[in-house]
């Protein structure tokens, strides 16, 4: 692996972030981050609505963060993308992957053929008539990938591979824990629009499920309640309540109920999967994305979820080598790199 680079690329809806990372004498360094505002629209949900306008932003990237090669990994997360647990019948590798469109016919909801598939294997489960693989089912809608894939192509760059952004945030923010002797943990990394939920044990995924609503889902509330630009209710939305005028209670209670419904539909997963898993609580909740850091989510999920809540910190995850950038500005956009850091981390 010495010497190997890959660049991890994140389509957002209100930036587009890269980062990459190259394997030294098997530690993984940092070398260049970068990411750039997007205008509003041109990313719905996910998906890329303006194939030019997000080609015009990753060109941007390129030549302010100095990148040194054109193959990127991508990663994709919206409302057209399924991740099942299901059990399929044992087979070498090879044979399931040719069998793979037939096996998920019946177990995803979209047409198969209109579908990018995978299936990512957990354990093997045998009783005393069968031989089956248990693992998770991953089916995207083929369009909304070759939307992303097409942007960055008009960008001058190329896909080498595609990955799923939930594990390429286990990756990073997970715990680092092989055996999976604490339990559970749930990885959530919220974006403006997006937020991706992963459980998992050991690095084992067990559970994705990608919720279309995100940080600016909360801003949004801010402004239509109260009238305000996007920036200053961006800026309360993240103002330490503690810290907050007094006149601005009226902000802080709608802060506080956007905060409260977000933290419902997040709640609402978790619960599904303890339920799912037979009543197992999770060991802890680990946060990443922008849209984490509103003040006071991070102390209502710990009390809506009932388990320590953390910050993920992917940094800790490689050696931060000469990217540029200051001290301050590392700690600034570290929040924000999980999903980059964890698409290039998966290449090298």
Known sequence: MAGRTAIGLDIGTSS????QVSVSKGTPVLERFGQ???PPGVVRDGEVADADAVAAAIKTL???AKFTKKEVVLGVSNQKVVVRLVDLPWMPADDLKASLRYQAADLV??????AVLDFVPLEEVVTDSSRQLRGLLVAAAQDAVLDAIRAVQKAGLKVSTVDLTPFAVLRVAGSRDPLGLSGPEAVVDIG???TNIIVHEGGVPKFVRILL?????????VVERLGIA??????????P???ADPAQADARRVIDAALNDFVDEIRGSVDYFVAMSGGRPLSRLVLSGGGSLADGLAQKLATAARTPVEYGRPFAQVQVGKTGLTPEQLQFVEPLSAVPVGLAMGAV
């Open 16 to 19: 587009v972030r890269a980062a």
């Open 36 to 38: 750039v505002a997007l």
């Open 230 to 239: 996007p920036s200053d209710a961006e800026q309360l939305k993240r103002m």
């Open 109 to 114: 909801p979209m047409p198969v053929e209109e």
């Open 192 to 194: 403006a629009k997006v």
């Open 213 to 221: 609503l995100g940080g600016d889902d909360v801003t949004g509330a």
């Open 62 to 64: 390129w030549h302010q």
């Open 241 to 243: 309540a503690a810290q």
